[in-house]
């Protein structure tokens, strides 16, 4: 026994020394990936107030044993299609979904300082924003269109908005369409509507309040994604789509290039989930469940290899 004793403390020993240098590597290690997982959560940020991509549930409850931090919201506090997309691909990484909500721009603009992981907020590809995120494969499409108060009888086709109010989110694809701006990776883009006076937003929903006035003093018509405005609609508003969508947007899981660690790795997975999801139907579920058809198939096919963002 007492020399197997000097044997025994020598295995210790290089155990611990062992499990001292994983943790060392883990700690150390330049991969955003690992850290998420190291970490169990994955801290998302969404909009809430953007129904019904996502929106927080009135008397949501937090979810018990939660691994979110305090000041992050759980998967039972949201609700909407953007949010059921992030926990499918948390669960595709094993880790919980946890979610912040800062301003929008503040997302578009990158350089979030590693306060979140990553955008599921139904942002389109651009080159303006490639220049400081990263894209995923994109997970669904939507068409962009115009919705007017139901009693006006002035505007019968987008073109007759030249030189109106339009209300649309700030930083969003929709300013940039009527600034005759925005370019999409794979579309052709279509001003239809000139000289617009644009109405900036912090999102949609207010832009619709004030459509709802139907006075016209504030806005003319509102530019949204179209499941957006017919939602408003359904939901009883006094709004009207007018004339067929004006362009199409791929939508995708967005990743700052300027993390403290390499994100390149989370961005790569992450776009295998999202190619999982479209290959498994959840993403096709989702996307009946949330918008009644399939907005999913186009998104599926994208070529994200144009993008020319990792080999």
């Given amino acids: 026994m007492k020399k197997l004793f000097p044997i025994f403390c020598a295995f ?16 150390s290690s330049n991969d955003w990936l690992a850290v998420v997982q190291a970490r169990g959560t994955l801290i998302v940020s969404t909009d809430p107030a953007y129904p019904p991509q996502s929106q927080l549930v009135e008397n949501g409850k937090r979810a018990a044993q939660t691994k979110c931090a305090s000041d992050q919201h759980t998967a039972s506090e949201l609700s909407g299609f953007d949010i059921d997309v992030s926990v499918a691909i948390a669960q595709k990484l094993g880790v919980e979904a946890c979610f912040v909500t ?15 992981d990553l955008s599921v907020g139904s942002m389109t590809i651009t080159p303006e924003r490639m220049d400081k995120l990263l894209f995923t494969q994109p997970y669904y499409t939507t068409p962009a269109a115009f919705f007017v108060n139901k009693d006006n009888k002035t505007f019968t086709k987008p ?22 701006k925005l370019k999409i990776p794979g579309e052709t883009i279509n001003l239809v ?26 806005l003319d018509a509102v530019l949204t ?4 405005g017919l939602l408003q609609i359904q939901n009883g508003g006094p709004f009207k789509q007018l004339g067929d969508p004006v362009f199409f947007e791929y939508l995708s899981v967005a ?9 390149i790795p989370l961005a790569k ?18 996307s ?12 599926a096919k994208f070529d994200l290899g144009q993008l020319g963002q990792w080999k």
């Fill in 269 to 286: 997975k992450v776009s295998e989930i999202i190619q999982q999801l479209h290959g498994d139907g959840t993403l096709l579920k989702l």
């Fill in 102 to 116: 800062p301003d929008w721009t503040l997302i578009t603009s990158g350089s979030w300082a590693d306060r979140w």
């Fill in 288 to 299: 009946q469940q949330y918008y009644g058809t399939d907005l999913t198939s186009a998104a």
């Fill in 225 to 228: 994604a179209e499941p957006t």
């Fill in 159 to 180: 073109s007759d908005l030249s030189g109106k109010k339009i209300g649309a989110c700030t930083g969003c694809t929709y300013d940039a369409y009527l600034l005759g």
């Fill in 255 to 263: 990743i700052d290039k300027a993390h403290s660690k390499d994100p």
């Fill in 12 to 27: 210790l020993v290089l155990s611990l020394l062992l499990a001292s240098c994983a943790s060392a590597a883990t700690q």
């Fill in 193 to 218: 509507v000139q000289n617009a006076d644009f109405k900036g937003y912090d999102t949609d929903t207010t832009a619709f309040q004030d459509l709802a006035l139907g006075d016209g003093t504030r």
